[in-house]
């Protein structure tokens, strides 16, 4: 006995296709967008280039200011090292206006933290980084902007 | 008369020494909100101001939000973001306590010892008390404080909807680490 096999409607069928495309191409957003790592610094265009002092003036200035133009963006630092700090199992670099006692600091990217080890005090260096922004700090007094993700600028 | 004189103000001058406040402009802080649903927020700073007054015995430190760092660029967005830490709003995290049993610290010997702490947390605008044991260690000139505790996200009004899906831990942990001068 032959048995009637049931058709399913057409648009039954394109709507079911489209929510499993449409389903498909979400789980593949989302796990694009949760496993993206952070660029290596090293590669990434800067947004700009200052020379450390003159950043810390325009800090010391008016740090919303500067906060808004600089904050999160890629920005390559020339300076002299004033200090090379231990920061845990890596050091960190910083530079110090020793009229103010403000400074930059950077602390590199994994990546890049045996390039930091090899920096000393009064070394010229160009660094890029990610920049934290800057505020005023209550226990030292003085103003400060603080980098991540950096890497020597070669 | 005056070698006596001199030998006080010789005693007086290194005391004070000892008792310069140590501080640190690259603590490191580790935040570990993971759960079993999401190995994601994880994070590092290590541009932490940390200062230690072992003649007051006061410590205290100041943790600039945006300074830390994720794996993901997505959840550092979140983490920065309304919902979470809000670093546009309260660009800062700060401590300020005491080393309750400072008088037991010896900066002037090696060694390692136990620090009772107290004081205030200040996360996402609120203040809260806070209590935790850490350690301090000495070697030559050199002084590392280390200390682990967990800090309740509720307590200091952060239960945005990753937290309550179980994506965000409840409590996460918090480990400090600071090389002091």
Known sequence: MATAKKRMNPWFKRILYGIIIVALLGAGLVWYIFSEKFADTSETPADFTVNAMDLIHEFEKNDSLANKKYTEKIIVVNGTVSGIEPADTTVNIKMVDTASGSYVIFAFQPQHRDEAKTIKAGDNVSIKGSCSGGAYSNILETEYITFKRCALNK | ?181
């Open chain 2, 1 to 181: 008369m005056k070698k006596t004189i001199l030998l006080i103000a010789l005693v007086a001058a290194s005391g004070s020494m000892f008792a310069q406040k140590k501080t640190t402009t690259s603590g490191t802080v580790n935040f570990d909100a993971t759960t079993t649903l999401d190995q994601l927020p994880k994070a590092e700073n290590k541009t932490v101001i940390v200062a230690i007054d072992p003649a007051k015995g006061t410590l205290a430190f100041e943790v600039p939000i945006k300074s830390f760092t994720f794996g993901n660029p997505k959840i550092q967005e979140h983490f920065n973001g309304p919902n979470w830490l809000d670093s546009e709003k309260f660009p800062t995290s700060t401590f300020k306590g005491i080393i309750t049993n400072i008088s037991t610290i010896d900066f002037t010997k090696d060694g390692s010892y136990s620090a009772d702490v107290e004081g205030d947390l200040t996360i996402h605008g609120v203040t809260k008390p806070v209590k935790t044991t850490g350690k301090i260690t000495v070697k030559g000139k050199a002084v590392t404080a280390n200390a682990e505790f967990s800090v309740k996200l509720a307590d200091y009004g952060i239960d945005g909807p990753p937290v309550g899906a179980g994506k965000v831990s409840k409590e996460p942990k918090i480990i400090v680490a600071a090389d002091l001068n």
